[in-house]
Structures are given as structure tokens and as C-alpha cells.
């Protein structure tokens, strides 16, 4: 009887055995992402703190400019001065291989380049441009429905168009406000503001319209008819390479029309740049 009880249990245990998996049995190996060959172990214990990039304490003054960074240099500044000055205040240079190469021609000591390349603002690759847009006194529609913005970049025109009709019928789109600056008559005034991102590959001078027109497909400013031109505004602005902020303000005003009291019309811009 217990041998027949002792026969059993082994079944039993033999039948509740994890079986083999096929690699257990010396089968295929499943691979790794890994190479294989040489390996190196490091151990992270013995890693020194000290050989972390250093923190450096900034300024709150304005960045230093190449032109700046120059007269500097040609005043008899010491290296190691002008090394600091740029750590703690960092430099709105030009870090391109162009630039430094004038910066060079200048007199302006490899150890400072050095810090040039290392410590410059990251250059500049668009504008953020706030469209704040006015109409004045009751109304329904705009005379010219759409906002033309023309910036040159270089060989390439750059347009941004806003369809007025389609801003007026959106739902929140506006906050209504009341001018009072006209003692005897306050006008009621809707007002519609617009962020976005203006790509620009050139630095230095570029030329800006404003414009408004009928017109909904037009992708030049040549396109502009007589009128439209002639109540078009021109700006000009100085792109910098790097700076500590590219914001630009665009303001544009319509007022009721004297004689279709339902229509505004454009009445001109305003447009500003800050940088630093």
C-alpha cells in the first residue's frame, strides 16, 4: 500500500514540473539589441562631480553685441575680462564661422572667441508676432475683408492674411471695449488679437506692409491695386542674429464707414519691434 502511495506522489510532482523552455533545452538563443565582442564597465561611483559642466552666475545686464565685444577688445580689456563678461553676461554675437572670422580680423583674442562660440544666444529663427486688430463703432463686416502682412526674406516674400469676415463671426473671438476719448460721443470698439510665428531666414534690414484689400488670393504686394497701395503702410526693421526676445506688435484700425454705417474701414497700422 505505500509503495503504491509513494508511486503516486511522484507522478503527481513529476506532472506539476515546469517544463523546459526550448533555450533551456540548449535550443536558439533569442537576440539582443545588442553588439557583441568587446565590452567596457564603468562604474558610476567613482564619477566626479567636479567634472560637470560649470553654473554660471548671469548678469542682469543687457547681452554684449560684436560691436560692443570689439571696442572692448581694442580698449585693452584683458582676455580673462572679457572671458567673464561674456559668461556672466553672454553675448548677442554672430557665432558663425563668418563671424568669428571678423572678430578675429578685429583683434579680438582666440580665448574670447572661444567663449564667443560657447556662450552667444541661439540664433534668431522667427519673429512672434501679436496682431491686435481694432474696429471702431458699431459695424458688421470690413469694406477690404482681408489683412495682408508682406515681409521680404532675402530672395523670398513672405505673406500672412487674416480673413476679417470669418474673425468677426467667431464665437469669443473679441473682447467689446468703449472709447471715451471723445468727450462728446463714447464709440464701442471690438477688438481681436492674433499670436503667431513669422519664420525669417536673413538677418539685418527687412521691409514690412501692411495692407488691406479685397482680394483674397493675392501673394505679392505688387498685386495691389492703386488704392490699396496707397493706403498701405511700409515699416522697416532690423533683424538681429541673437537676442534675448523677437517679439513684434502689429496694430491695425477700421472705423465705421460714413456712409454704410454696417461696414469698417481700414484706417492704417502700427507696427514695433523689441529685442532685447
Known amino acids: 500500500m505505500i509503495a503504491h ?82 559668461e556672466e553676461r553672454r553675448c548677442a554675437c554672430d557665432a558663425s564661422a563668418d563671424g568669428l572670422i571678423r572678430l578675429k580680423k578685429a583683434g579680438v583674442d582666440k580665448n574670447v572667441l572661444a567663449a564667443v562660440s560657447l556662450h552667444s544666444l541661439p540664433p534668431n529663427r522667427a519673429l512672434d508676432l501679436l496682431v491686435t486688430l481694432d474696429f471702431t463703432g458699431e459695424g458688421r463686416t470690413a469694406r477690404e475683408a482681408f489683412l495682408y502682412f508682406f515681409v521680404d526674406d532675402g530672395d523670398l516674400t513672405r505673406v500672412f492674411t487674416a480673413n476679417l469676415p470669418e474673425l468677426l463671426q467667431r464665437q469669443n473671438s473679441h473682447e467689446t471695449m ?5 468727450i462728446l460721443i463714447a464709440h464701442t470698439v471690438r477688438r481681436i488679437q492674433l499670436a503667431g510665428n513669422v519664420p525669417l531666414k536673413t538677418y539685418g534690414p527687412h521691409r514690412v506692409m501692411v495692407a488691406a484689400s479685397a482680394n483674397p488670393t493675392l501673394t505679392h504686394p505688387s498685386q495691389l491695386t492703386p488704392a490699396e497701395r496707397a493706403k498701405s503702410q511700409t515699416y522697416t526693421f532690423d533683424y538681429p542674429r541673437g537676442s534675448l526676445q523677437s517679439l513684434c506688435r502689429l496694430t491695425a484700425g477700421y472705423r465705421r464707414d460714413a456712409v454704410l454705417s454696417f461696414k469698417w474701414n481700414f484706417e492704417g497700422s502700427r507696427f514695433e519691434c523689441e529685442w532685447n
Do not use: C, H
Open 5 to 86: 502511495l509513494l508511486a503516486a506522489t511522484l507522478a503527481l510532482a513529476a506532472g506539476q514540473a515546469p517544463r523546459a523552455t526550448p533555450a533551456a533545452r540548449g535550443g536558439p538563443q533569442p537576440a539582443l539589441p545588442f553588439p557583441t565582442g568587446d565590452v567596457q564597465t564603468y562604474n558610476i561611483i567613482q564619477w566626479d562631480p567636479n567634472q560637470l559642466p560649470r553654473l554660471y552666475e548671469r548678469s542682469e545686464q543687457l547681452p554684449l553685441s560684436d560691436e560692443e565685444l570689439t571696442k572692448l577688445s581694442q580698449a585693452g580689456f584683458e582676455p580673462a575680462q572679457l572671458v567673464k563678461m561674456i
Open 178 to 182: 468703449v472709447d471715451r476719448s471723445d
